[in-house]
């Protein structure tokens, strides 16, 4: 068993760091077949965190898996399950199995199965739930679990949501009462930092680590990968075989998705390879792995869109520490460069902190205040039974979220750490049942952030910060009328 080295991340520790127990602020995606030990291990001695990719598998390679990585690190890992692509009785042995085994993390996607949350929960498993919407986060959270991936429509192999990670990630966060970590067509530092810095607590790698000497993909999916050029990629329903229906994924170009290969929902299934024993069908999820033989061209090759930048098969502990150093190369260059320790302004940072705290507090405040609305809105758009009133709460609810995002940047340029928490605001409107009365209640509360709004301007020096909120009480006031003339109510003048 080896010893991870004790240096300190060039990168920040972040809060979901700490809850996963990893120096560096990246995870190995837990890709199907591909994230075996071997590549689990090497991304965790590296810094960072692994999940095995154990979708649908026997539970004897589950323990054999879990036991080789405990055999290569000591460090913490984790095990991905997905309920809606697994037998319901496979699935009930296999979360069994990783609490006697006492795998520390599992990660979920697809579905929020409470069930299963409950039962890791209560077995004291940390649990990780991939989503592709703010809905979805909303459900993860509520059926407990601790910490979020959004999963952006860049991203490879099967992806939930259809928004781009530049939108889904700060609406994700705007719901968001626990870590959130990102992915989607990650594939290099600049894209660490990117997504550091818009808020996101770790950055997700798969397609950039499919491509390493640890992964269990196929050499042939690995070449393909290397080769392949930006644009290469195509979102498709066409490998659907062990998945529910409508599971769209993200693979490289070939004969199947070009039709040449016939219907894919015609009966009848064709074998084009095999896995020890086991049949690979045509138009299957099975992607190419390193125990497979057949016609890998007309497998599923999953690649994220960020595939253009993935230019060679590396040692994975390399790749990690590569993508590292130049996120903190590209993070220093977001949030200017650190003074050294031993310099007389090494307190630079926390003067400048200590100045803006008045005007951070009172951002955080309207932080929490706009995650509660963001959070009652969606909720309520969903309730909502006649057309237009789902429409305006809809609107609400994306400058809700435009505000989070934007309070969050504020909050960061003024060297503050952005609040995870939901206002209990959120609590006192949901107890509302009857909408009208709920969207009253919110009103009331809009009406709470323009008086804040109105107090704060005058402290904030920054242009673009005043600028920003500037536009927000706009926004709330607009807002505030259009919701009080559907409820046949007249807002107070001001």
């Known amino acids: 068993m080896h010893r991870s080295s004790p240096q300190a991340s060039p990168l920040p520790r972040t809060a979901l760091c700490e809850l996963l127990g990893c120096r560096h602020p990246v995870l190995l995606a837990g890709m199907?077949?591909?994230?075996?030990?071997?590549?689990?291990?090497a991304v965790t001695e590296a810094g960072g965190f692994g999940f095995l990719g154990m979708v649908r598998e026997p539970l004897a390679l589950i323990r054999t898996e879990v036991e080789h990585v405990r055999r290569r690190t000591d460090r913490p890992f984790g095990v991905n399950l997905i309920?809606?692509?697994?037998?319901?009785?496979?699935?009930?042995?296999?979360?069994?199995?990783?609490?006697?085994?006492?795998?520390?993390?599992?990660?979920?996607?697809?579905?929020v199965h409470h069930a299963v949350i409950a039962r890791l929960r209560e077995a004291g498993t940390v649990v990780v739930?991939?989503?592709?919407?703010a809905g979805e986060a909303l459900l993860a959270q509520e059926a407990g679990a601790q910490a979020l991936i959004a999963q952006g429509v860049e991203a490879g192999g099967h992806v939930r949501g259809r928004l781009p990670l530049a939108q889904l990630l700060p609406q994700v966060l705007?719901?968001?009462?626990?870590?959130?970590?990102?992915a989607g067509g990650l594939a290099d530092g600049r894209d660490v930092a990117r997504v550091l810095a818009q808020g996101a607590q770790a950055a997700v790698l798969g397609t950039a680590l499919l491509a390493t000497q640890e992964s269990f993909a196929h050499d042939y999916h690995k070449q393909r990968v290397v080769q392949a050029r930006a644009g290469d990629t195509v979102l498709t329903e066409d490998f659907h075989i062990n998945w529910p229906p409508h599971a769209a994924v993200r693979v490289l170009a070939n004969s199947v998705t070009r039709c040449e290969r016939g219907d894919p929902c015609a009966a009848g299934r064709t074998v084009i390879g095999e896995e020890e024993g086991r049949p690979i069908y045509l138009f299957s999820t099975d992607s190419p792995l390193r125990s497979m033989t057949g016609n890998f061209e007309a497998m599923a090759l999953y690649a994220g869109k960020g595939v253009d930048r993935i230019t060679?098969?590396?040692?994975?502990?390399?790749?990690?520490?590569?993508?590292?150093?130049?996120?903190?190369?590209?993070?220093?260059?977001?949030?200017g460069e650190p003074v050294e320790v031993a310099s007389p302004v090494c307190y630079a940072a926390d003067v400048e902190r200590d100045r803006h705290a008045p005007v951070i507090a009172r951002l955080d405040e309207l932080l929490e205040a706009e995650?509660?609305?963001?959070?009652?809105?969606?909720?309520?758009?969903?309730?909502?039974q006649d057309g237009e009133m789902r429409e305006l709460i809809e609107a609400v609810h994306r400058d809700e979220v435009q505000w989070c995002a934007m309070l969050m940047r504020a909050i960061r340029s003024l060297q503050g750490t952005p609040s995870s928490r939901t206002g209990d605001f959120y609590d006192k409107a949901m107890a509302f049942e009857k909408l009208d009365e709920r969207l009253a209640f919110l009103n009331r509360g809009q009406g709470w952030v323009v008086k804040k709004l109105r107090e704060l301007l005058p402290m904030v020096d920054d242009a673009s910060i005043r600028e920003g909120l500037a536009e927000m009480l706009r926004a709330h006031e607009a807002n505030l009328d259009k919701v009080n003339r559907r409820l046949g109510l007249v807002r107070p003048a001001h």
């Open 32 to 41: 199907g077949g591909v994230s075996r030990a071997e590549l689990v291990a």
């Open 83 to 111: 309920p809606a692509a697994t037998d319901p009785q496979l699935l009930h042995e296999q979360v069994a199995l990783c609490i006697a085994l006492r795998v520390p993390v599992v990660g979920l996607f697809w579905d």
């Open 129 to 133: 739930h991939q989503v592709g919407s």
């Open 174 to 182: 705007s719901v968001a009462g626990v870590p959130v970590a990102a």
């Open 312 to 335: 060679s098969v590396e040692p994975a502990g390399e790749c990690v520490s590569r993508i590292v150093a130049e996120a903190a190369r590209h993070w220093r260059l977001l949030e």
């Open 371 to 384: 995650r509660a609305g963001a959070r009652v809105t969606l909720r309520s758009a969903a309730q909502a």
